[in-house]
């Protein structure tokens, strides 16, 4: 195609094209790279007295670089035209490559104002030429995908799209970061929806709604996306609020003792979902200059600098988990009130912030929003009623039956299914003596995996000491070496790993 030729031709350097066209075309007056570029590709697919490999092979004759207008216009003409034949051809495509048109000229813009203030244009021009082919690329996928119906899934092809232009601009990025720039630049696109499927195919467990309907779940596109840990364990109950907060955009508080899960359900949902994450840690002194961010000198400059809350509040699909939030002095956290508010627009630094599209916000604490009435989590408090209540559903977590945690643990630690179930009866022995007061505190799952793992090198005894025994205050040491001697056999151990 005359267009793959173009494509080859633009990749090449400009002095090269530029000697190319000199060589073929005598005194004719220099067009510029795209133009020139399209003339020699349509003399080769006509089969003229040159071919590709004659253009590449050209001897390089220097050319003064265009100017960042010049080139960022000759790049959104091209991306214009290319989205206006794939219309022409393609017309169930129509409204999805408008929204993809505007995505495009909206990434142009960002380089545009990049260029000015960087002059990198040796640099983004190289990568514009990648953005072309990738954006063509992308778009004559577009085709393939229409079924014989002549419809076409729009998020598929924002998500191609999206996807073609990130990739290309990875370079760019890359001096972009180099200059101390990445504030002015921000993302390049914009992160996107890429699919919505059955929760079942996306976590492995069933889940429906009150009618029997299965739910589903919206899946993202954001490289920066947790890693996914296999061995999480998910369940229905928990789930459903997740997906419930999906669709009606409400805060979550997950409370419940330690160990059951309850920073690491939000961190995984973002993994499986392709959502970034954000995890913001409270303690005593907390201000919202932290979290929120501060006015400060940059360079001689007196500039807002966004914290990790705001960042990530304006960033799409975003996870944001605010953990052990009791820890905090309330009146820290009265900011986040307006914050927390349904298509909230809060004039902050300077500036109006609204949540991004599909950001959820969560707070982790072993309380559940009233304040500790155990004793066992010293220094949380009792949250202000008006933050409590920005919160729409309370989720108190709790410990996984016994059957769950066992797989949780073999499947972490790699022991035998006896192992992990001789251990953690030990463990729900000593819950059942926190219920009556006789244990402070029960060991956690974590300590659990710890010992186990320790056996092998450190002995039983030792390994116990050193994960479970030793965290324990004074007034339970006492019941959990009873437990210990009861329930934990060194000999069943050591013929288990």
């Not at 993202?220 to 997740?242: M, Q, R, S």
């Amino acid at each position: 195609m005359a267009l793959d030729h173009k494509i080859d031709i633009l990749k090449l350097p400009l002095n090269v094209v530029h000697g190319a066209f000199k060589q073929f075309h005598g005194n004719s007056k220099w067009l510029g790279k795209e133009n020139a570029a399209e003339m020699m590709a349509g003399e080769i697919r006509n089969g003229g007295p040159y071919t590709l490999a004659d253009v590449r092979n050209a001897k390089p004759v220097p050319v003064g670089l265009p100017s960042p207008a010049e080139v960022i216009n000759s790049v959104r003409d091209t991306l214009q035209g290319q989205y206006q034949q794939i219309e022409q051809a393609v017309n169930p495509v129509k409204t999805v490559a408008d929204r993809a048109d505007q995505r495009s000229l909206d990434t142009m813009s960002k380089l545009s104002r990049a260029l000015d203030r960087l002059d990198v244009v040796e640099q983004g021009q190289p990568v514009i030429i990648e953005a072309i082919e990738a954006v063509n690329k992308a778009l004559e996928g577009l085709a393939a995908n229409v079924d014989n119906m002549g419809q076409i899934d729009p998020a598929l092809v924002q998500g191609q799209v999206a996807d073609a232009v990130r990739h290309a601009f990875k370079p760019f990025e890359a001096a972009v970061v180099a200059a101390g720039a990445q504030a002015t630049v921000g993302q390049m696109v914009s992160v996107s929806k890429v699919k919505t499927v059955p929760v079942s195919q996306a976590f492995g467990v069933t889940v429906h709604d009150a009618k029997g309907n299965e739910l589903l779940v919206d899946v993202y596109d954001n490289a920066a996306a947790p890693a996914i840990d296999p061995c999480f364990v998910w369940t229905e109950g928990i789930l459903k609020h997740l997906l419930l907060s999906q669709s009606t955009g409400e805060n979550l508080w997950f409370g419940g003792e330690k160990g059951t899960g309850k920073s690491e359900t939000v961190r995984q949902f973002a993994a499986r979902t392709g959502r970034g994450y954000c995890r913001i840690n409270f303690h005593k002194y907390t201000t919202s200059e932290d979290y929120i961010g501060a006015m400060g000198l940059v360079n001689g400059d007196t500039v807002f600098t966004e914290g990790d809350f705001l960042q990530a509040f304006t960033t799409p699909a975003t996870l944001i988990l605010l953990d052990e939030i009791t820890n905090a002095d309330p009146a820290a956290l009265a900011t986040l009130n307006g914050f927390l508010e349904p298509n909230s627009a809060v004039s902050y630094g300077g500036a109006v912030r609204r949540r991004a599209p599909d950001v959820l916000v969560f707070a982790a604490d072993n309380t559940l929003t009233n304040g500790d009435e155990s004793g066992r989590y010293a220094g949380t408090r009792q949250m202000n009623s008006a933050l409590a209540d920005r919160f729409a559903r309370v989720v108190a977590f709790k410990h996984l039956p016994l059957s769950d945690e066992i797989n949780a643990v073999v499947r972490h630690t790699g022991c035998t299914e006896a192992l992990a179930d001789h251990v953690l009866r030990a463990v729900h022995a000593c819950r059942a003596k926190v219920t009556s007061g006789d244990i402070i505190d029960a060991p956690s799952i974590r300590q659990v995996m710890a010992f186990i793992r320790s056996v092998a090198v450190l002995g039983v005894d030792e390994a116990w000491a050193a994960s479970i025994g030793h965290r324990q205050p004074s007034e339970s040491a006492t019941a959990i070496e009873a437990i210990k001697a009861t329930y934990i056999s060194a000999d069943f151990i050591h013929a288990n790993i």
